[in-house]
């Protein structure tokens, strides 16, 4: 009877304790399969910038220990009275991601930019003065759209849906703290 109930006690703490995760593959997979993001931004009269990304990927855990990175690749088109541009741009930016537990997504608050270059590159000094304007831009169209939903499917991000209540980013993966 002893031995049952240490048992017991043992499994019950290892089920609480239990992690589910989420690898940077299966993250990059979803955005792969997304169909990427359109964003328009700008002042009536003065300028319109709209930025097309087709392109996403993500690194977890390698500077910041509870912020991503995201590379997204795509379009930009510039359009103003002086003049128009379309140019091929990379974002590189860093994230905190928040778990949205009625939704079982995983969405990114306080987008940083931290790079953006432009093709061709003689254009770059003209695209840095809307930086403002593009972060702006990539911080409403993270609040819409999530980096992650959870698949249902697989177990243990199953269990992650039902009992989740904190995500932490850990080198090549987010995992969830379940609750017990």
Known sequence: MRLLLIL????LISACSYNAGISEQKINSYLAE???????????GLFNLAIEVDDASVKLGQNDDQRIRLNA???MELQSPIQ???LAVKLHFSAKP???ADEAAIYLDNPLLEELEVKPAQYQSLINQFLPAISIALGQVLAQ?????LDSEDKAQALAKDL?????VKPGRIEFELAP
């Open 84 to 86: 128009n541009l379309d």
């Open 8 to 11: 017991t006690s043992v499994v």
């Open 73 to 75: 690749a795509g379009q």
């Open 98 to 100: 928040r778990y949205q």
């Open 164 to 168: 989740g209540k904190a995500i932490h």
């Open 34 to 44: 997304q169909s990427g993001f359109e964003q328009n931004v700008g002042l009536p």
């Open 145 to 149: 759209y999530p980096v992650y939903e």
